[in-house]
């Protein structure tokens, strides 16, 4: 990947539970955006945080960032089984680059 | 409301040919971006286009060419195509130059034979 790692690769949780997914980044950024993906389909944007915000909610989505170590975290609350699909963090890196690089993403399985 | 409309599809082509692919963003969005995604991979970022100019560009194969046109609509052209061009090909749009928020088509599904 452009970008780094994202972990795990797969997970897989009874529905209810709460889903963590993990991203590394390797640049100084501007924003962090998470990014939905159902199988073969085209991603569907979840939630922006910008490099000076450490935590951000929408729904039963929460985000974390800590730029000191280049990582963020989205944690899924009272999942769903609608909520299968691929997750994928995506960065703009600081100067100005008029591009998204993607994580490699995260597999996201709900068993109902 | 509208999205962004990519076409085709699905298309299939055989190895030295050539494809296009079109994108159409949401209306009043300037900026567009295309992305390849191979099977099991994450989107790699080709080219981006704002008011009609190429903004930045990724890792897009020399075969590869696009551009935007004056109604915003951007192409992709790619010409001699390898087996290893098989892959779901994304456009987006952003309402700003940021990138700020995208929105993404379905894909166009290029299958290389």
């Known amino acids: 990947s452009q970008q780094g790692e994202e972990d795990p690769q797969a997970l897989s949780i009874q529905e209810g539970e709460n889903a963590t997914m993990n991203c590394s980044y390797k640049t100084s950024i501007n924003n962090l955006q998470w990014y939905r993906q159902n199988s073969g389909r085209g991603l569907v944007h979840l939630i922006l945080?910008?490099?000076?915000?450490r935590e951000k909610h929408s729904g039963r989505l929460r985000v974390t960032l800590d730029t000191s170590k280049k990582s963020s975290s989205l944690l899924i609350t009272a999942s769903r089984a609608a909520d299968t699909a691929s997750y994928f963090c995506?960065?703009?890196?600081?100067?100005?680059?008029?591009?998204?690089?993607f994580g490699q993403g995260t597999r996201l399985t709900i068993n109902p | 409301a509208a999205g962004v409309i990519q076409s085709p599809r699905h298309l299939i082509k055989e190895k030295r040919e050539t494809a296009t692919l079109k994108c159409y963003p949401i209306p009043r969005h300037d900026t567009v971006y295309w992305y390849q995604q191979g099977p099991g991979q994450d989107p790699q970022f080709l080219i981006s286009?704002?008011?009609?100019?190429?903004?930045d560009k990724g890792s897009i194969p020399d075969r590869f060419s696009a551009q935007q046109f004056s109604d915003y609509h951007s192409e992709l052209n790619m010409s001699s195509l390898e087996l290893g061009d098989s892959a779901l090909y994304f456009c987006?749009?952003?309402?700003?130059?940021?990138?700020?928020?995208?929105?993404f088509g379905e894909g166009s599904r290029l299958t290389v034979l």
């Open positions: 286009f704002y008011e009609k100019m190429q903004s």
């Open positions: 987006a749009s952003s309402a700003d130059r940021g990138p700020g928020e995208l929105f």
């Open positions: 995506a960065t703009d890196a600081l100067g100005g680059a008029q591009k998204l690089v």
């Open positions: 945080i910008r490099s000076n915000e």
